[in-house]
């Protein structure tokens, strides 16, 4: 993961413990009976872990969706790889063999002299 995904993953944790916190603070210090509180705490909480697995849902698609263009772009790579290192291969015998025939010109030159 990127560390602009980790940020983006950091905040949005963070905005989750802040609504979190600030939703606990209000409804204790809210002026309502204890059963009235409680039962809002729990709706609450309810809501908040629904939009939790939300989150870890998608943040997981993402991840995945990740993971898979990485394969892509690896087996891309190496395939382009594989063709490099054949062309490269054909060059350097092409290579040898110019080589190796300027060698036996050049022998048969200096027999011949």
């Known amino acids: 993961m990127s560390e602009k995904e980790n ?3 950091a905040a949005a ?3 989750v413990a802040g609504g979190i916190i600030g939703a606990g603070v209000a409804l204790l210090f809210a002026p309502q009976s204890g059963e ?3 039962r809002e ?3 609450s909480a309810k809501k908040i ?3 939790t697995e939300e989150a870890v849902e998608d943040l997981s698609e993402n991840i995945l969706d990740l993971v898979d263009t990485i394969e892509g772009k690896t087996e891309d790579l190496l395939d382009k ?3 490099v290192t ?3 291969k054909k060059d350097l015998i092409r ?3 110019e080589g190796a025939s300027k060698l036996e010109k050049f022998r048969t030159k200096l027999t011949r002299a």
Do not use: D, F
Request: proline share 0%.
């Open 49 to 51: 872990k629904s939009k």
């Open 13 to 15: 944790l963070l905005m």
């Open 81 to 83: 790889g594989k063709e």
């Open 86 to 88: 054949v062309s490269a």
């Open 95 to 97: 290579l040898i063999e």
């Open 41 to 43: 705490l729990y709706r």
């Open 36 to 38: 009235k509180t409680r």
């Open 7 to 9: 940020r983006i993953a």
